[in-house]
């Protein structure tokens, strides 16, 4: 007699793909720690109570704490009986509400969220005007300088190709390989008050975006010229750029395979 | 010699407008009480601080737990040297980030930001997708299902005009006069998945917004006919109207002086 233990083992493992968008204010980041409440933990220990067995959830990338997104991917190894639906389902109604389950698919066994991701794509919001918003302050960086979007424009083409991007990259935090492609990288004025940095590449090295929207802030409030700009990635010195740009900006749009 | 109190009381009173922006997810609503946090409270006490006096802040009206405001309008009197230059920085220094002061100015002293209201603005936003939004969901009512938007079109266009509006009004606060003039009353679908309603009247009852979205998502999900909503404005019966909406979605617009 087959009890249920023995047909969840005979039963194939079965590889999924989920697509999640997220308010990351409340989250320590995308990444599973001991104490802090992470994404990751959040939906594995979600996973966990749906299929009871410990599911290791493996993210595109991590965001960091405070970093939102509207299309992060994971996917996740599983022997179920479960159908994409019925973890769409069950996911959306065990997390919490800044969290939702976009779509969730069988993907073949060899797909790797990760290893597989051709690139990203990311944009960044400032609000900038005189006076700060509250409502929807959660999702934007305030500017109160008026900022010079055109030498922020001149500034964010010149980061359009492969380059070594080591003077964007966090600070304790190295890669090996520090070359990147960004294939789109695009100032925009969308709102009398609302400026967006929409950035696409390869890859992202940690911090990157939000290093580069510091120094192009820096551009824009003509704290330094978009020539200074250049020389910053040409110096590959990441002691010389400006401040990094604060997370609650930044969202993680798609993720490319 | 004149002391600083003295000089203090011979300075004429002066009556200051203010226009506020706020998030209301934090507060009580815009009325003093005694224990919760509220807008008035927390703007009276900024004003406190800055005057040293103890200031009555007069709001065009209430706006109730969890409502958002864009534009509400209060008014104080109050014997200073102080320029509204500088209660509009020294009140958005004090104040959290959740309140804006938008706009501050020297008005006649008969203006009553109550009293002298003409009318007002608010808007309504609905999210109406197969999925809710975690980024963002802090100001819409999601709404799952596909809403018929010519059928609430066709019983928004039902209220405009000069109607006794009781059947909308909250339970267990009532009026004396409950009739009021609805001079705009539009349902608009300005996305894929938002639903905007917007309404223009002399004035409103307590939850009377809400109390018609409730009503007319109710039609929007062909709950209920234009028609039946129509005999419930016209029933005057409060107990016969759809469940209330919740306030997450609620913005006060603008005052009309």
């Not at 104490?35 to 939906?43: A, K, S, V």
């Not at 594995?44 to 290791?56: D, G, Q, S, V, Y």
């Not at 976009?102 to 690139?119: I, L, M, N, Q, S």
């Not at 190295?174 to 004025?189: D, F, G, L, S």
Request: charged content about 25%; some cysteine.
């Amino acid at each position: 007699m087959t009890t249920p233990i023995n047909d969840q083992i005979k039963t194939p493992a079965k590889n999924f793909k989920i697509v999640i968008e997220y308010d990351g204010a409340s989250y320590a980041g995308w990444q599973r720690q001991k104490t802090d409440r992470t994404l990751q933990g959040e939906i594995e220990n979600a996973l966990r109570t749906m299929t009871r067995t410990k599911i290791n959830l493996i993210g595109s990338g991590r965001t960091d704490a405070g970093v939102h997104a509207l299309g992060q991917v994971a996917n996740f190894h599983c022997q179920t009986r479960l159908e994409p639906v019925d973890f769409f389902k069950g996911l959306n109604s065990l997390l919490d509400d800044d969290i939702v389950i976009r779509g969730c698919e069988r993907v073949p066994d060899t797909f790797h969220a990760r290893y597989d991701a051709k690139g990203k794509t990311y944009r960044y919001h400032i609000h900038n005007h005189k006076l700060p918003v509250a409502v929807g302050r959660q999702y934007v960086w305030y500017i109160r300088h008026p900022l010079d979007i055109q030498a922020m424009q001149q500034a964010a083409a010149g980061i359009v190709g492969e380059y070594d991007f080591r003077a964007f990259e966090g600070a304790g935090s190295p890669r090996a390989h520090t070359v990147r492609t960004v294939w789109r990288a695009e100032i925009q004025k969308v709102a009398d008050s609302a400026v967006e940095f929409e950035i696409e590449a390869n890859g992202f090295l940690r911090f990157m975006v939000r290093n580069i929207v510091g120094a192009l802030v820096a551009v824009g409030c003509r704290k330094i010229s978009p020539e200074a700009f250049a020389g910053i990635l040409a110096g590959k010195d990441r002691t010389k750029a400006p401040p990094t740009a604060p997370p609650q900006g930044l969202f993680l749009v798609a993720v490319h395979y």
